[in-house]
């Protein structure tokens, strides 16, 4: 009988690296998360498909620009003005479940629901040298007035396209495609290196 195969993580190959870097700096915490359900959801904001669609999620939808909300077991993210991205943690009990439930809910309002579970993986970044770290590959304003918590942006981070989103004053979500999470993983590897104390640098170049 062949052996049963089991996903591996797209950053696998990283998560001691980060961990180092997490403990190595103060003020500094990164982390590959694990993985959740999510839906493209395509539907008109001002119809009646946006109000069933929010009380299935417990929330409504967002229609201010780069802002997310809660929902019941995930976040809600407004990706255009038809456009959001929802995410669900309860993947292993329903990965399947949730874009058929979605689905069946906003086709009859001549929307879409498109499971993109596979399309991204999301890395954890947060402490008091998060935003200046992130800032060192990413050209958007992300001073607490410009880009507080509750903001969310489509950008690029070094070369990277991702889905950055600010959770807390100093935490932030880091949705990438899996094809270049190992590359998002090693720049911030990379540019936090002047984050370190000289010694460990030292350390880690030889």
């Known amino acids: 009988m062949a052996e049963p195969l089991y996903r591996t993580h797209p950053l696998a190959s990283r998560r001691q690296a980060l961990a180092e870097l997490s403990d190595q700096v103060d003020g500094l915490t990164v982390f590959a998360e694990e993985a959740v359900a999510a839906v493209n959801l395509r539907i008109d904001p001002t119809g009646p498909g946006a109000e069933e669609l929010g009380r299935a ?7 201010e620009p ?6 019941t077991d995930g976040q809600l993210v407004w990706l255009g003005p ?3 991205l929802v ?5 292993d009990t329903r990965p399947s479940e949730f874009e058929k439930e979605l689905g069946r809910i906003v086709s009859a309002f001549d929307g ?4 993109v ?3 991204r993986t999301s890395i954890r970044l947060h402490g008091s040298l998060a935003r200046e770290l992130l800032s060192l590959g990413c050209s958007l304003d992300l001073r607490p007035s410009a880009f507080p918590p509750g903001s969310c942006a489509q950008t690029r981070i070094g070369q990277a396209g991702v889905l950055l989103i600010a959770l807390g ?3 932030f979500r880091l949705f990438v495609r899996q094809s270049f999470a190992e590359y998002l993983a090693d720049w911030l590897l990379d540019a936090a290196e002047e984050f370190r104390a000289p010694a460990q640098i030292s350390a880690n170049r030889q």
Do not use: M
């Not at 999620?57 to 229609?63: Q, R």
């Not at 780069?66 to 929902?71: V, Y």
């Not at 995410?87 to 993947?91: K, M, Q, S």
């Not at 879409?112 to 499971?115: G, K, L």
């Open 66 to 71: 780069n802002t997310w909300t809660h929902t």
């Open 169 to 171: 004053a100093d935490d």
């Open 87 to 91: 995410t669900d943690t309860r993947i």
């Open 82 to 84: 038809d456009e959001w």
């Open 57 to 63: 999620l417990g929330t409504a939808l967002p229609t």
């Open 117 to 119: 579970s596979a399309q």
């Open 112 to 115: 879409a629901a498109v499971d």
